[in-house]
């Protein structure tokens, strides 16, 4: 377990899926705190990065790129006794907006998952404009669950519409792999799975974002 690295989730639907439920075999501390989301107050003395999952579109990635990011983030840390990093995993609705407002207020950027599905713009769009963009805070959009078998229309497509809103966007793309949804079900993260081929290049895209926002450094 790194001390370099702690989850929160602020999602109140969460706590019923089973990472809450397994925190044991999670290489990162982590912890629950819908309920009591004035206690992310204190990770403004730690002096650790603060990091905010956000889109209030259900589904997009918000969680596995949370847990994932974290994973990759302990694995690199796994020797600094210091916190560094924390990732705040957010609701996916409308109505816990005063739960995502209340972590922005802690936070240093925000990431915002994507999937390259028309479906998900006007939803991600409201997030950006009417939440992130008032908070004055550094963000960038991370597309998520692309499958490479569909070709790469829908990506190009995805990036284009990023792009024409002027909002930053990762360079790295987090593909699509049934791995990434087993691993949910069976309580691991990117850094737990097996060493098979089609493992390690799913694994690949979330140490490739680490890497893009400078997860891994000294700072
Ligand atoms: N890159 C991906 N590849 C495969 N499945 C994914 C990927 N990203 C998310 N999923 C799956 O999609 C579902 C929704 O993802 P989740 O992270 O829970 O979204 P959110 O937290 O935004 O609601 C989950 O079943 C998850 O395992
Ligand atoms: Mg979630």
Do not use: C
């Not at 994932?68 to 302990?74: G, H, M, Q, S, T």
């Not at 990036?159 to 049934?178: F, N, T």
Request: without cysteine; negative net charge; hydrophobic residues 40%.
């Amino acid at each position: 377990m790194s001390a370099a690295v702690y989850v929160v989730s602020i999602d109140p639907q969460a706590s019923t899926v089973w990472w809450a439920n397994r925190i044991t075999n999670l290489p990162f501390d982590f912890s629950q705190e819908h309920e009591t989301p004035e206690n992310l107050k204190v990770l403004k003395d730690t002096g650790a990065k603060v990091h905010v999952v956000a889109n209030q579109k259900g589904g997009v990635g918000k969680t596995t790129t949370a847990l994932n990011l974290a994973a990759v983030a302990a694995e690199v840390l796994q020797n600094r006794d210091q916190l560094m990093h924390v990732f705040i995993d957010t609701p996916g609705s409308l109505q816990d907006e005063n739960l995502l407002l209340e972590a922005l207020k802690y936070a240093h950027d925000v990431i915002v998952p994507l999937p390259p599905e028309g479906l998900a713009f006007d939803p991600t769009a409201r997030t950006i404009e009417k939440v992130i963009k008032p908070s004055g805070l550094p963000y960038r959009v991370v597309i998520n669950n692309w499958d490479p078998r569909d070709g790469k229309v829908d990506l190009h497509g995805t990036e284009e519409y990023i792009d024409a809103q002027g909002w930053p966007r990762a360079e790295s793309v987090i593909r699509r792999y049934k791995v990434h949804a087993r691993a949910a079900v069976e309580g691991r993260v990117v850094t737990q799975y097996d060493t098979h081929r089609v493992a390690l290049q799913a694994r690949e895209d979330f140490f490739k974002l680490a890497l893009e926002l400078g997860y891994g450094g000294a700072a």
